[in-house]
């Protein structure tokens, strides 16, 4: 069993930056794929990153024009999610989420564990 913990959530100015961790423990993280989701109010939850479990491949939504980067430390068991040039449509709580296997996937349905999220709020 994996536990997933979010961290890095807050409030910051449209322009800004926020870099989300992602804590793992339980289970054997490094042959974890891993991935980062977010739901907005009133919105479905959606994929926003993805990443292999050795990190040499990496996914995202196309929405997110290269502002965001995830990436992992095996050795320490957490996963990051930076964040930059943050707009108000970011606003949202964010979801890090592990499934068993090599690849990561952008298919919600496919994760096995979920973290409880981070609210990232984003003002204009």
């Known amino acids: 069993q994996v536990q997933l913990v979010e961290s890095g959530g807050g409030l910051v100015q449209a322009g800004g930056s926020l870099r989300l961790s992602c804590a793992a423990s339980?289970?054997?993280?490094?042959?974890?794929?891993m991935g980062w989701f977010r739901q907005a109010p009133g919105k479905e939850r959606e994929f926003v990153a993805g990443?292999?479990?050795?990190?040499?491949?990496?996914y995202y939504a196309a929405s997110l024009q290269g502002r965001f980067t995830i990436s992992r430390d095996n050795a320490k068991n957490t996963m990051y999610l930076q964040m930059n040039s943050l707009k108000p449509e970011d606003t949202a709580v964010y979801y890090c989420?592990?499934?068993?296997?090599?690849?990561?996937?952008?298919?919600?349905?496919?994760?096995?564990?979920w973290g409880q999220g981070t609210q990232v709020t984003v003002s204009s």
């Open positions: 339980g289970g054997t993280f490094s042959s974890s794929a």
């Open positions: 989420a592990a499934k068993r296997g090599y690849s990561g996937s952008i298919r919600e349905y496919e994760y096995d564990y």
């Open positions: 990443i292999s479990w050795s990190d040499s491949s990496t």
